[in-house]
């Protein structure tokens, strides 16, 4: 052999491939792409722009044509009202007829009819008194006054209590002796008109007057806020876009998002129809050409890049592989292996790859058994499983087990009034004094709950004498405790702590689902456990009746009687562990 392969030169030819794949790839797919999807996408807005105007411009103009139909149908109404002289004696008629006329046309909300005098001889209201004959001078009122001069006359906008729009509408008779009828009308119910415009999807109309203010919108919450000039800006803003574009314009709705609009004008009260739609909505026609140029792009992309492929196949391949299985091995993907035929250094390269795999494989895997097991195993329990295989101690089964409960007594008002760095550094000098004990006893910690936790002896490895190595532990618990305990009281802090162990039978085993399982207890002796540690005082441990029969000459007990524990019906005979006071003067 003269020598081994020149990598440099095999460096430099891939690339010089890649260099002719990218100019290959921008010269045959993405350059000619790219152009005619720019082309498409800009005669593709503006032929959807001026389709979206048309339809706006027809849309609005259609709403302004019904609630011009509207106030004409109200102004026609209230013509008939006045189309004889008002003769003296006949106000019951009149009457009458203008409670026909308001059931008739449900917007108006009062009616008032004044003679050729300009005195008031009718006043019907469906929300005041109605008055007959009060001979009240309207003359000059500037309903009367616009009504003798134009015949017609609209009011301006006027909202009660700043919320319900109201207007109103006066019509003189064609002779002056005939008199002048007002109609105040509630504008409210132009919703029924506007609600029923639709542009699209999600595309309405609304309503302005000449100031701007909010007449009508599909949402009634907006329109009872109308007075609310804040609330009604971004529409006036939309309007004033929309005059200075003198067409359609793009602007934005009352909740922030994009929207086309255009404009109609209702004839006669200076009123602004304003249609409009969301550009997500309007331009949607134009997303779905870019998806089909993006879709070209991509096929011409793959094309190109098969195409590259095919060129430097031969060369670059197996060091492209072994690129890619070294950047998957770097993101934890231990299971990827190289396909490589070759016998040559690259081959014997991948199968050393592959090798290396594995190993990390088996490693990674090790790795993650142990962790798992740890979570609620002594180390060297956990261990211990790791190294033999055998997981059939985790699983479920009927054993006797010693179970032991403990937690802090004052905690909660400590950690109420104590900052949260405080109540952290003390958890955190608690957790790791029970830990520390916990793995000397070879005991099994299941669970966390709040500041206590559930030990058990036992399981899920037998232990040769569980009940005196529950109590030994119990006892290194306080004793640990209580040392801390000392030092916290010494900064002003009022905790405790109790402890309560029972032994018996319970159901062990595994429990959770696939990426969380935690091994833990159930029955009888762990609700016990539980509830004599509840009833446990600072320094104390309490122990039912089995557990007390087995440590018995082995630990000194006294029984404390009988006592009702919650989820228990008949007492509970309870027996207490003496232990001497820690040593806290190291």
């Given at each position: 052999m003269t020598g081994s392969p020149v990598w440099p030169s095999a460096s430099r030819l891939r690339r010089s491939l890649l260099r002719k794949y990218f100019l290959a790839l921008f010269a045959a797919a993405v350059v000619p792409l790219l152009g005619s999807g720019g082309v498409e996408a800009w005669f593709g807005y503006w032929d959807q722009r001026e389709r979206l105007d048309e339809l706006l411009d027809v849309e609005a103009r259609a709403a302004a044509s019904r609630i011009q139909s509207f106030i004409d149908g109200i102004r026609d109404q209230l013509g008939w009202m006045v189309q004889l002289p008002l003769e003296v004696g006949a106000d019951e008629r009149q009457r009458l007829d203008a409670l026909r006329l308001m059931r008739q046309v449900p917007a108006i909300v009062s009616l008032t009819l004044v003679d050729g005098a300009g005195k008031e001889r009718l006043r019907i209201?469906?929300?005041?008194?109605?008055?007959?004959?009060?001979?009240?001078?309207?003359?000059?009122?500037?309903?009367?006054?616009?009504?003798?001069?134009?015949?017609?006359?609209?009011?301006?906008?006027?909202?009660?209590?700043?919320?319900?729009?109201?207007?109103?509408i006066a019509v003189a008779g064609n002779r002056a002796v005939v008199g002048t009828v007002i109609a105040e009308i509630n504008l409210k119910l132009i919703w029924d008109v506007i609600s029923a415009i639709h542009v699209g999807r999600t595309g309405h109309a609304f309503v302005l007057d000449a100031e701007g203010r909010l007449i009508a919108h599909p949402d009634i919450s907006l329109v009872l806020r109308g007075g609310d000039a804040a609330a009604a800006r971004p529409l006036r803003m939309l309007r004033d876009a929309i005059r200075a574009a003198g067409g359609s314009a793009i602007g934005r709705d009352t909740s922030g998002a994009s929207v086309i609009a255009a404009i109609a004008v209702v004839p006669g009260v200076d009123w602004t129809v304003i249609v409009h739609q969301p550009l997500l909505e309007a331009f949607v026609p134009i997303e779905k050409a870019l998806r089909r140029t993006g879709a070209l792009l991509l096929l011409g992309s793959a094309f190109a890049g098969i195409l590259a492929f095919w060129l430097a196949r031969r060369m670059t391949g197996p060091i492209r592989l072994l690129e890619y299985g070294t950047e998957q091995i770097g993101a934890g993907h231990f299971d990827h292996r190289i396909a490589v035929s070759s016998t040559d250094e690259l081959g014997r390269l991948a199968q050393r790859f592959n090798a290396m795999a594995g190993e990390l494989a088996l490693s990674q895997e090790r790795q993650e058994r142990i962790g798992r097991l740890r979570r609620f195993l002594a180390p060297q329990v956990a261990e211990l499983v790791d190294r033999t295989g055998d997981e059939s101690v985790l699983e479920g089964r009927r054993v006797e087990v010693a179970v032991i409960f403990c937690d802090l007594r004052g905690f909660t008002p400590f950690s109420a009034k104590a900052a949260p760095e405080e109540v952290m550094h003390v958890l955190a000098a608690y957790y790791e004094a029970l830990g520390r004990v916990i793995t000397e006893h070879g005991a099994t910690l299941t669970q966390f709950t709040g500041d206590g936790l559930m030990v058990l002896v036992n399981a899920p490895v037998a232990s040769p004498e569980p009940g005196p190595t529950a109590m030994r532990l119990a006892i290194a618990m306080q004793d640990a405790v209580q040392f801390l305990i000392a030092k916290w009281r010494h900064q002003g802090h009022a905790i405790g702590f109790g402890v309560g162990a029972t032994m018996g039978p319970a159901t062990v085993g595994q429990i959770g689902y696939e990426n969380r399982l935690d091994y833990t207890a159930i029955g009888p002796v762990v609700n016990l456990a539980a509830r004599l540690c509840a009833a446990a005082e600072d320094a104390q441990i309490l122990i039912d009746p089995v557990l007390a029969g087995r440590v018995q000459g082995l630990f000194e007990t006294a029984p404390l009687g009988t006592r009702l524990l919650k989820g228990f019906d008949a007492g509970v005979e309870i027996y207490s562990i003496f232990r001497r006071a820690p040593d806290i003067t190291g």
């Open positions: 209201s469906r929300v005041g008194l109605n008055q007959m004959g009060s001979l009240a001078d309207r003359s000059a009122d500037p309903a009367v006054a616009g009504a003798r001069t134009v015949r017609v006359w609209h009011g301006p906008v006027t909202y009660f209590r700043d919320s319900e729009p109201f207007m109103r």
